[in-house]
């Protein structure tokens, strides 16, 4: 419950439009059970007065059912206008508070989930938080207005009226949720499995290949046929809880009904309420249940809501990979970077990936880091980029820990690389444009050119308007590469990090590229993580990594020399 209150707390940003909502239901319910009661003691009335030959003003009680249908008809249509506002801009504030709070967690706190896992989270999880306002706050909200307007309407006339059917309303505020409380293991164990179902749909339809060709689909089927089959059943008790709940509301109301015909004839025989005023009270009080209506339906989904919301706080409330706790601002020595006995372990009491890294990058010095696979290449590539956070030692930016250094500020300073670059499903100029919104189509073509990507791209038939597909699948994993190096050109930051830009290109297209860069990067920082050393001869200085320290940082090498395996450990 106590995340479903947290939420309740992240929506109070928007208690106005929360409050409008809820007022201009409770107004359409009020005016519905206002158009039963006037219009059951008008036509009552003049029935009574045509068999006595009585007159009535007719035109008051007339003047109020109008008065009462306008503004139940207003009200509903004014209902969903308001009630879908505020539910669109409670929306925008949780996705907004989701993301601005998941960027620091990646990719170092979130490795352990699944795409799948975290797709189901992002996308059913916010889905089904957007509606808790509409389908679960404002129908109590609603529902315990009625209840307190109504009872207090009816005990102007007489107390024991008032409180008794003030008492169903109560027994039905409390009762339904009572109800779907005692079903809570249920939609608990349904709200799960249909988490686990999507996740293991996801993971197939993107692992389908592997699948086909090992001959496992089979049994991944068979495994999703058995997730199905437990969510049914879960769901199916869930439909009986709710219909439970529903059958329950309807009792009420007929109990409500009956208690007020039966307390209202005791007033009647007693003089204290006329026959028309009898129908009136016993029209209030059915009609009033029209706001309890919603209830079991709410009751139902509250478990779904606090499970979704328990999935994403406790995805939001892991704690970063790196801490942003210093109180420097911008970088003011400039652009050299220094690593000052940096050492790193994905667990604090285990093996370290790294160790006693000392290394100064002189602003634009172009350096390559070299070495075998697990050497630590990535992990200190991570570390440069502010992916991670040392487990001791400091890397500072112009004299200034990095983690001191503002995190819009930092990455206009800095550009990366990875390894495996993420491309989104739009077009390859939409895809650049994410660099600098503003570059002009010669601006796109000119990176492209120095990424050596220009050929490919004007030889397809949109040019710079041709959709990349999911996850870049109408690229070539090479391709892919050059496009992710063409956005890392387009920004133009004094720092560049860039792991493995050669991966997956041939010789010839490789050296171009390799070429591009030394012009592109002359006078800025060039930092490149591979294992193709003959590619990037002409670099300031190489730094070979092995088993987590350098164990050789030369300067400038011959254009027919290697690496050497031997000589510093840091280099000023």
Known sequence: MSDLLRLIVLFGSQWRWMALASLVSLIAVLANIGLMAVAGWFITAMAAAGLTGASLNYFTPSALI????????????????????????????????????????????????????????????????????????????????????????????????????????AIALLAVPAIA?????????????????????????????????????????????????????????????????????????????????????????????????????????????????????????????????????ALIDRAPPVALDGPAPDPAGGFDLALEGVGFAVEPDGPPILAGIDLVIPAGHHVALVGPSGAGKSSLFQLLTRLLQPTSGTIRLGGTPINWIDEAEFRRTVSALSQEPHVFTATIAENLRLAAPDASDATLWEVLRQAGLDDLVRSLPDGLATPVGSFGERLSGGELRRLALARVLLRNTPIALLDEPTEGLDPLT????????????????????????DALLHADRIVTLEDGQIVAAPGRLPATSTPSPAGQGACD
């Open 66 to 169: 109008r008065l009462a249908a306008i503004l139940r008809t207003g009200g509903r249509y004014a209902e969903r206008l308001v009630s879908h506002e505020a539910t669109f801009r409670l929306l925008a504030r949780l996705r907004t508070y989701l993301f601005a709070r998941l960027v620091p967690l990646v990719p170092g706190a979130s490795a352990d989930l699944s795409a799948a896992d975290l797709a189901v989270r992002l996308k059913d999880d916010v889905d089904r938080l957007e509606l808790v306002f509409l389908r679960l706050v404002a129908p109590f909200a609603v529902a315990l207005a009625t209840a307190l307007v109504v009872a207090a309407g009816l005990a102007s006339i007489d107390m024991r009226l008032g409180a008794s059917i003030g008492a169903v309303f």
């Open 181 to 313: 409380i005692a079903g809570w293991p249920t939609a608990q164990a349904a709200a799960d499995a249909a988490a686990l179902l999507k996740q293991r749909t996801l993971e197939t339809l993107t692992g389908l290949a592997p699948l086909i060709v090992t001959g496992a689909v089979a049994g991944r089927l068979d495994a999703l046929r058995e997730t199905y089959l437990h969510l049914t059943t879960r769901q199916r008790r869930m439909m009986q809880v709710a219909t439970l709940g529903t059958v329950g509301i309807g009792f009420l109301g007929d109990a409500a009904l009956w208690a007020a015909v039966a307390l209202g004839l005791a007033l009647h025989n007693g003089g204290q309420l006329s026959g028309p005023g009898l129908t009136m009270v016993a029209l209030t009080a059915m009609a009033a249940f029209e706001a309890f209506a919603a209830l079991p339906d709410a009751a139902a989904g509250l478990y779904g809501a606090i499970t979704s919301a328990r999935r994403l706080f």
């Open 510 to 533: 490789a050296a171009r590229v390799v070429a591009n860069l030394e012009r592109q990067f002359a006078g800025r920082t060039l930092i490149v993580s591979t294992h193709k050393t």
